[in-house]
């Protein structure tokens, strides 16, 4: 698997797109800045596990939070 792609401590901004089918990037989310919280180990993608296609795993997860302001 690769390194993750952000650091702990790095600016991001989330995706603004509008896909017509399922997304795990809530709307109220979509286009703003955030801050890398934590980097979270791989872990099994549920979506594929839960239609038997096998656990999937998926590059490291980060967990960010976003000021009310986006700024």
Known sequence: MSPPAFAVGERVRAKDMSPSGH?????????????????????????????FQGENPRAPRRSSSCSPSGA
Not at 23 to 51: E, F, K, W
């Open 23 to 51: 997304t795990r990037l809530p709307r109220y989310v979509r286009g703003h800045v955030g801050v890398v919280d934590i980097i979270q180990p791989a872990g099994v993608l549920p979506d594929t596990n839960a239609h």
